[in-house]
């Protein structure tokens, strides 16, 4: 007797084998898809069924060291907004004078700063827009002005080299009585050198008496002394008078005639 063996399907295999095979597909299947990131988002999110790896924790930012802010208060009672910033002092500049004579004064302005003098020949001009700076010597001589700024000339070295010019004197020669004709007079700077000039002039006429800014030796020239010559009619010899003179001086000369 032929006993025959019925064939096992796989359709056939037992319900909790079945189910067993479908939990592994479904794990795999789970494991090899891509995540699909939530509309929005700019990265994907996490895998919920995957171990995160271990992220290493970033060292803060370095923080420089700030040292303390002051803090500067204004006076109570003032304005912010209204404080007005104290001006700036303007600047000045050192200016030294040389003049001739020595003793002679700086204006700057109209307004007398300094008297020179032997280690005074410094002042101060404000070096802001050009000033008038004079250097005078009303007793004998003209001041001389100079024009000082930002703007004028530059002078050399900051230094004022002052020659003033002497005022000249004047002087009348009287002849006394008068005579009966015009004498010939003139006149020379005493003492009389050889060569010297002789300016002949007039009686009556009045003399302008120029004088030089210094002397030979470099001093400064205090006055002058003149010898007047008076030639009579009849004499051999002049008449002579010596009249001394200072810069601006009005001087009148009597000569007293012999009898």
């Not at 271990?54 to 209204?82: C, F, K, N």
């Not at 002949?200 to 400064?220: H, K, R, V």
Request: glycine letters at 6%; proline letters at 14%; aromatic letters at 4%.
């Amino acid at each position: 007797m032929t006993v025959r063996r019925r064939a096992v399907w796989p359709s056939r295999l037992s319900t909790a084998a079945a189910a067993s095979v479908e939990t592994a597909a479904a794990k795999v299947a789970r494991d090899d898809l891509p995540s699909i990131a939530p509309a929005g988002s700019k990265h994907p999110p996490a895998r919920l069924d995957r171990k995160q790896p271990h992220q290493a924790r970033l060292p803060p930012p370095p923080q420089h060291a700030i040292g303390p802010v002051q803090t500067v208060g204004m006076r109570p009672g003032l304005d912010e907004s209204r404080a007005v910033p104290a001006p700036a002092r303007p600047k000045v500049k050192v200016i030294t004078v040389a003049p001739n004579p020595l003793y002679s004064e700086v204006w700057l302005d109209g307004t007398r700063v300094l008297k020179v003098d032997v280690g005074k020949t410094t002042f101060e001009v404000p070096w802001d827009r050009e000033h008038l700076v004079e250097v005078r010597n009303d007793a004998c001589c003209e001041p001389m002005p100079f024009r000082l700024g930002p703007e004028s000339p530059k002078i050399d070295g900051d230094r004022l080299i002052a020659r003033l010019v002497r005022k000249p004197a004047k002087l009348r020669v009287v002849l006394i009585p008068p005579p009966l004709t015009p004498a010939q007079m003139d006149y020379v700077v005493f003492p009389e050198r050889p060569g010297a000039t002789h300016t002949p002039f007039t009686q009556g006429e009045e003399l302008w008496i120029s004088f030089d800014a210094t002397g030979e030796a470099g001093e400064p020239v205090p006055g002058k002394s003149l010898l007047v010559s008076v030639y009579l009619d009849g004499k051999k010899l002049p008449l002579r008078q010596r009249v001394d003179l200072k810069p601006g001086e009005n001087k009148s000369l009597e000569i007293r005639l012999p009898e």
